[in-house]
């Protein structure tokens, strides 16, 4: 079971994330982790349940097991919600990165950044220029998601050798586009709903 640690981990933070968004768990929300865990654990066909959510998401990045901690945390009231400037530099952060790997990996560009994660000094090092830049603004969690990323790399916490699928996956990407789009039709809808008030006040 241990070379499933990352599959059960997935389990139990996704699923509480998911399960601890709905109102009707805020009372129950302490006890949905060990809830989740001891079910990550279940068998069914002889494999555990958390292997199949495995099949679905693969093994996930640090950063986005790192992402999904901080979310638990936040709806179990440990730490406070991000600020909107902090929230649009992870976005932004991580947006940027799938970027510049993506491309290449579906065969639209001709150089392979891919590769940079087998020999990833410079890497770390860019990442590690970041992680100073986002301490300065004080963006804890994206410089936990970094710090953390790279040191599950160092300890190779994962089975790849590479130091992109420590940063970087699907799952995240989708979530920072999504997340992008919902803070711009925010904005955009607040936009629109102060111009005809700022219109009525002038008249």
Request: hydrophobic fraction near 60%; proline fraction near 5%; glycine fraction near 4%.
């Amino acid at each position: 079971m241990l070379i499933l640690w990352q599959a059960h981990l997935t389990f139990i933070l996704l699923g509480f994330v998911l399960l601890g968004s709905l109102q009707c768990t805020q009372r129950w929300r302490p006890w949905l982790l060990p809830l989740l865990a001891v079910v990550s654990f279940v068998p069914v066909n002889e494999l555990p349940l958390a292997a199949y959510v495995r099949s679905v998401t693969d093994d996930l990045a640090i950063t986005t097991l790192v992402l999904l901690g901080w979310a638990s945390l936040v709806r179990l009231g440990v730490v406070e919600r991000q600020t909107l400037p902090a929230r649009v530099q992870v976005l932004v952060l991580f947006t940027v990165l799938a970027a510049l790997l993506y491309p290449a990996t579906m065969g639209l560009t001709y150089f392979d950044p891919y590769r940079w994660g087998f020999n990833p000094r410079p890497m770390i090092v860019c990442i590690g220029l970041l992680a100073l830049a986002l301490l300065w603004l004080r963006n804890t969690l994206a410089v936990s998601m970094l710090a953390l990323g790279t040191l599950a790399f160092a300890l190779r916490l994962k089975a790849s050798e590479n130091y992109w699928d420590y940063l970087i996956d699907p799952l995240l990407l989708g979530y920072c586009l999504i997340a992008a789009a919902a803070l711009c039709i925010r904005e955009v809808w607040r936009l629109l709903r102060a111009a005809p008030a700022g219109a009525t006040s002038s008249i």
